[in-house]
């Protein structure tokens, strides 16, 4: 299956700060991934579907403002969680389809745990 | 996407067969069933899908029904490090939401 990686894989930054997230496809090239967030001992919630040269789509009550996602090549998707709070400590995972997945089969990055103090 | 409903949480002992049942009743006729897995801390991992028939790979069996309103996925022999939540969904795009899932644990 496909290769799908995150960097950093973890992260502890002070509140007010903004912190980058990378999503890069190893071995495909993926013109959409999507972005979710998952707090502890919840399921995975989806924020945002990240279209290569254009901008997201956000989910219904995801500030796009807050969480800017860019995905300038077809290799690589960022999110960037600006001024950063206590309450945005979560796990973050981006995923995407593969360019030989089939039936919308979807390929995991390890995931993002990002604590705000 | 359609509703699916799991059960919170089974136990099943090492070497067993583990069934794990999924509702969805309100599924349309496009909608695939797709199995996830997450292992604590880590990324979902792809299991399984299908659309009307049985499907069989490596990792696990899908059983649905002829009406299409409930699955089962089946992992024929559980070992330990197969431990995680298992979410079923429905869906027939790219998009996937994830429901509350199954806490499978497995003992020695």
């Known amino acids: 299956g496909a290769v799908v990686s995150q960097h950093p894989s973890w992260v502890i930054c002070k509140s007010g700060t903004s912190v980058k997230i990378e999503c890069r496809s190893l071995d495909f090239q993926a013109t959409t991934m999507f972005w979710y967030r998952q707090f502890p001992k919840q399921s995975l919630m989806l924020m945002a579907t990240?279209?290569?040269?254009?901008?997201?789509?956000?989910e219904q009550g995801v500030e796009k403002d807050k969480f800017l996602i860019n995905h300038a090549s077809l290799t690589l998707s960022t999110l960037t969680v600006t001024s950063a709070h206590p309450e945005d400590s979560s796990f973050y995972i981006c995923s995407s389809g593969g360019d030989t997945s089939t039936d919308n089969e979807q390929f995991f990055g390890p995931g993002t745990r990002l604590t705000v103090l | 996407d359609a509703k699916t409903t799991q059960p919170p949480s089974m136990d099943c002992a090492e070497g067993r067969a583990a069934n794990l049942p999924c509702n969805h009743s309100?599924?349309?006729?496009?909608?695939?069933v797709y199995w996830y897995r997450q292992i604590h801390s880590q990324g979902p991992q792809y299991i399984i899908h299908g659309l009307k028939n049985n499907e069989t790979n490596e990792m696990a069996s899908l059983i649905i029904t002829e009406d299409r309103k409930s699955s089962t996925l089946i992992l024929p022999h559980a070992t330990l490090r197969d431990t995680a939540v298992y979410y079923c969904i429905a869906s027939n795009t790219d998009k996937l939401i994830f429901g509350t899932g199954t806490r499978l644990q497995v003992f020695p």
């Open positions: 990240s279209n290569e040269g254009s901008k997201a789509t956000y």
């Open positions: 309100t599924i349309s006729g496009n909608e695939y």
